[in-house]
């Protein structure tokens, strides 16, 4: 008898167990347009601010912006066309950019002046349909989605939606929610985009402090236009370096001289202090392949005169990447451009001797790219921390024809989503290579007779 209990225990047991299927990813084709809702649905009458919200976001634009529509119609879809290595990216860009239209199986979707269901980019559904990842790390478009009537999402509601039911998906809170697309790793298996991973080696996550703490703020707000009112409803803000407010002051700025009053001819040594107070990953981060960050410390003479000062090298490998060039990189966009004799463009199009914060990425060949799907290595990495504080010195030899009185010392450091030249080169409109101030110091020294 208790043999034959053991036997039917185990007979259940294997039943069982057979039936729990690991979930898996979901992939091309696994959806049809149809299953997933279109954001106007969500947004016309009950979800209307956290609609508004989400259309001024870059989620809402993700597949339809014009550098995104450049990138991946000019460069990413005819590179893959034309070398294998890099052929899954034709369909998984958009693993991330256009969830629906990838889930759906359309390679390439139609153009974004086309008007179809792919310009919902990352929508309302996308997010509220996924219930989990698959494997360990959130990277690469590994969601598991389950669209339909129920919605995920972090709170149930004390109202009772007549348009769906609700699910309670505790990984909505967290920042690995949003490693799911802020992780990319390259078909050269390089992390390309790390974001999430940042964000876990750093002081917030240690803190609790998750990455909706600072792209979704919690404010008092009616969630739905019928619903309750909560003290904490997570705005749909999603800010990031689009966001001239949101990169406003994100480092501060100190410079110092050694010595207070010098004669012309002689040497000061200026100090600059970088302090990166309010990303809580790197900076930059995410697309860290078109983005460029860099110092320019200048004196202003009595007359006006201006003198640009270089910085001085710290000496380590891979540093030459780091300081302004006039040389030119990115060869690599000649693959999808059909010309195989492609010079590049100029690298940085800033002034030669600034000190730059980047990670450069390497082709194969090892030239310096920004696609970063032909990433097959990684140069030095000298972007600023989480509340990581980097010192660069300058040193200047006081110019014999600089007049008596104020000597002004300015640093100032700027920003470009995309690199000028690359941006020019492919037509990008300006708004994506426009200088943007992140932060501005000065102070004066004194030129004795
Ligand atoms: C389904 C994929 C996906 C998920 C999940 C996702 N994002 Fe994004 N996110 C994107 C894409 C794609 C973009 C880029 C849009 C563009 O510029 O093309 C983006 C852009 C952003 C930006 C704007 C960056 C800028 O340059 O202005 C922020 C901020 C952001 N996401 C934060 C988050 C946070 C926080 C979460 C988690 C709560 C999250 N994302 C989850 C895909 C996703
Ligand atoms: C990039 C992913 C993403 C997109 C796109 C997105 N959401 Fe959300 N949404 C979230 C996350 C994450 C939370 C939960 C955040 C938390 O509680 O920490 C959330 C929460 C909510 C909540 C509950 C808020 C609360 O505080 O109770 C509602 C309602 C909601 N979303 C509706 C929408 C609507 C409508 C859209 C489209 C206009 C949308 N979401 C688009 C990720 C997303
Ligand atoms: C302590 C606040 C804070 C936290 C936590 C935080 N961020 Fe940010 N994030 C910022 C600020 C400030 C910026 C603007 C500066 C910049 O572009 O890096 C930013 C920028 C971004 C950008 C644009 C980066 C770029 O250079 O293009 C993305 C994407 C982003 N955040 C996603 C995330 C994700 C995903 C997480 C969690 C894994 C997260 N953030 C956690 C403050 C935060
Ligand atoms: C794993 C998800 C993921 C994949 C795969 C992915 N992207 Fe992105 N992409 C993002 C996220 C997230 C951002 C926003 C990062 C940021 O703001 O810094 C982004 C940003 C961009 C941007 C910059 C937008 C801007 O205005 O600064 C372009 C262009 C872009 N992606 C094109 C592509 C192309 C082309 C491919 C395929 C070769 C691709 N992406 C694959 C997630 C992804």
Request: proline share 6%; aromatic share 10%; net charge negative.
């Amino acid at each position: 008898m208790v043999k034959n209990y053991h036997r039917i225990f185990l007979f259940i047991l294997t039943i069982l167990l057979l039936n729990v299927t690991t979930p898996c990813q979901s992939t091309l084709g696994s959806f049809k347009y149809d299953d997933f809702k279109k954001p106007e649905y969500c947004g016309s009458s009950c979800h209307t601010d956290f609609y508004q919200q989400w259309k001024q976001a870059m989620m809402s634009q993700a597949y339809t912006h014009e550098w995104d529509e450049i990138e991946y119609f000019k460069l990413a879809v005819p590179h893959a066309e034309k070398d294998e290595k890099v052929a899954e990216v034709k369909a998984g860009c958009n693993g991330c950019h256009s969830p629906i239209a990838y889930l759906a199986g359309d390679v390439p979707p139609p153009l974004p002046s086309m008007n179809s269901r792919a310009n919902e980019s990352v929508s309302c559904e996308v997010c509220h349909s996924i219930t989990g990842y698959s494997g360990d790390t959130p990277y690469n478009f590994n969601y598991i989605m389950k669209p339909g009537k129920t919605k995920y999402s972090s709170r149930k509601g004390e109202i009772t939606s007549p348009a769906h039911e609700i699910e309670v998906n505790p990984l909505m809170k967290t920042g690995d929610f949003c490693g799911i697309c802020h992780n990319e790793k390259s078909p050269y298996d390089i992390w390309v985009k790390s974001t999430h991973l940042e964000w876990k080696e750093g002081p917030y996550f240690k803190e609790g402090v998750q990455c909706q703490d600072c792209h979704m703020p919690k404010a008092e707000f009616r969630t739905a236009s019928m619903g309750a009112k909560y003290p904490d409803a997570r705005l749909h803000l999603f800010h990031g370096a689009h966001d001239k407010g949101k990169l406003s002051g994100v480092i501060e700025l100190r410079v110092y001289p050694d010595i207070e009053e010098a004669e012309p001819g002689e040497t000061v040594k200026l100090t600059v202090v970088l302090f990166n107070q309010k990303t809580g990953h790197k900076f930059p981060s995410g697309s860290v392949e078109d983005r460029i960050v860099w110092l320019h410390v200048e004196a202003i003479d009595d007359n006006g005169k201006v003198y640009h000062i270089p910085v001085d090298k710290k000496g380590f490998a891979g540093e030459e990447y780091l300081i302004g060039s006039d040389i030119l990189a990115y060869q690599d966009m000649g693959i999808a451009l059909n010309d195989s004799e492609f010079k590049g463009v100029q690298r940085d199009g800033i002034p030669v001797g600034d000190r730059i914060f980047r990670m450069p990425y390497f082709d194969p060949q090892g030239r310096m790219t920004i696609q970063q799907w032909n990433t097959a290595s990684l140069g030095v990495d000298y972007r600023i921390g989480p509340r990581e504080t980097k010192t660069e010195t300058f040193t200047f030899n006081i110019p014999y024809e600089v007049p008596e009185g104020k000597l002004k010392i300015k640093a100032v450091l700027n920003y470009q989503l995309l690199v000028k030249p690359v941006a020019d080169f492919l037509k990008v409109p300006v708004s994506e290579s426009e200088i943007v101030k992140i932060n501005e110091q000065s102070t004066d020294i004194i030129i004795l007779p």
